[in-house]
């Protein structure tokens, strides 16, 4: 059965770094576009970062871009996503996801197409 774990979150000060890991079972993630996205409370979901299957394009979320990397380490299965220079308004709960389509991944960074998600990790910058 497929499925998406995500870990890494934490508590973290404004300025620190937290790495994000999305580990799949189940399935092979290298044939499988990968996001990221996060949703804050009261806030409605946003795409964060996005890292396309057979391309590999990525891409970033203006707020994140320049701070934060997804990347993909395909002997573990897993995707991360390294954040740096956190802010209090990165805080939220992200969830990576999962489509066997390259065109699900594009600057607009939505949701569509993504048929497996994760339960989601927190992440919580304050001082």
């Known amino acids: 059965q497929a499925q998406l774990d995500e870990s890494g979150g934490g508590l973290v000060q404004p300025g620190g770094s937290l790495r994000l890991s999305c580990a799949a079972s189940?399935?092979?993630?290298?044939?499988?576009?990968i996001g990221w996205f996060r949703q804050a409370p009261g806030e409605e979901r946003e795409g964060v970062s996005c890292v396309a299957t057979y391309n590999s394009n990525t891409y970033y979320a203006d707020s994140v871009k320049g701070r934060f990397t997804i990347s993909r380490d395909n002997a573990k299965n897993t995707v991360y996503l390294q954040m740096n220079s956190l802010k209090p308004e990165d805080t939220a709960v992200y969830y990576c996801?999962?489509?066997?389509?390259?065109?699900?991944?594009?600057?607009?960074?939505?949701?569509?197409?993504?048929?497996?998600w994760g339960q989601g990790t927190q992440v919580t910058v304050s001082s």
């Open positions: 996801a999962t489509s066997p389509l390259s065109a699900v991944c594009h600057q607009r960074l939505t949701a569509v197409g993504y048929e497996y």
């Open positions: 189940g399935f092979t993630l290298d044939y499988y576009t």
